[in-house]
T-cell receptor
Framework: GENVEQHPSTLSVQEGDSAVIKCTYSDSASNYFPWYKQELGKRPQLIIDIRSNVGEKKDQRIAVTLNKTAKHFSLHITETQPEDSAVYFCAASKGGQNFVFGPGTRLSVLP | KAGVTQTPRYLIKTRGQQVTLSCSPISGHRSVSWYQQTPGQGLQFLFEYFSETQRNKGNFPGRFSGRQFSNSRSEMNVSTLELGDSALYLC??????????????FGEGSRLTVL
């Protein structure tokens, strides 16, 4: 079955710097790749997603890139702010609502 | 529009007992899925229901079961609880039908502690 790896597991950046989180997946049939943000004690919430027919998607300070050949996708956050501190999960799906999540990255934005 | 509602929010059980968790999806959402979240294993897919039918099932033992009612509300049940079942159980609902994949809207979760 699908396996999603995520790196790094923890990431600390200075406020205003950029943060990059990378994920790899194993099943070439996966075609949808969302990113969820989970603040401490809160529910996971979708921040951005990308489908396999697109190579890059951007939404203000957040962007996601997808390399289908290498089977990896990345989350890029620019101009980080303290409110970006959270755990970020990548996920992969090949249909339906069955998602395989990565283990998560704890991002800390230092003032 | 009300979000996904899960009950109970917290519960404590002892080994060998069983537990039932409930989830009310966002109005109009017909797909409900369940995830187990633990510090060591992250978010793991349990099962997905659509129109009262289990559409997908994760790699969990048969002690974990679920169902969906005609109003899309869902329940999951864990029998013969083990210490390792302690986790946050998240329910998520989504709008799309068929095989189209879309955003998951998560509930706050039910935190289960097994003593």
């Amino acid at each position: 079955g699908e396996n999603v790896e995520q790196h790094p597991s923890t990431l600390s950046v200075q406020e205003g710097d950029s943060a990059v989180i990378k994920c790899t997946y194993s099943d070439s049939a996966s075609n949808y790749f969302p990113w969820y943000k989970q603040e401490l004690g809160k529910r996971p919430q979708l921040i951005i997603d990308i489908r396999s027919n697109v190579g890059e998607k951007k939404d203000q300070r957040i962007a996601v890139t997808l390399n289908k050949t290498a089977k990896h996708f990345s989350l890029h956050i620019t101009e980080t702010q303290p409110e970006d501190s959270a755990v970020y999960f990548c996920a992969a799906s090949k249909g339906g609502q069955n998602f395989v999540f990565g283990p998560g990255t704890r991002l800390s934005v230092l003032p | 529009k009300a979000g996904v509602t899960q009950t109970p929010r917290y519960l404590i059980k002892t080994r060998g007992q069983q537990v039932t968790l409930s989830c009310s999806p966002i109005s109009g959402h017909r797909s409900v899925s369940w995830y187990q979240q633990t510090p060591g294993q992250g978010l793991q897919f349990l099962f997905e229901y659509f129109s009262e039918t289990q559409r997908n099932k994760g790699n969990f033992p048969g002690r974990f079961s679920g169902r969906q009612f005609s109003n899309s509300r869902s329940e999951m049940n864990v029998s013969t609880l083990e210490l390792g079942d302690s986790a946050l159980y998240l329910c998520a609902s989504s709008l799309p039908a068929g095989a189209i994949t879309g955003e998951l809207f998560f509930g706050e979760g039910s935190r289960l502690t097994v003593l």
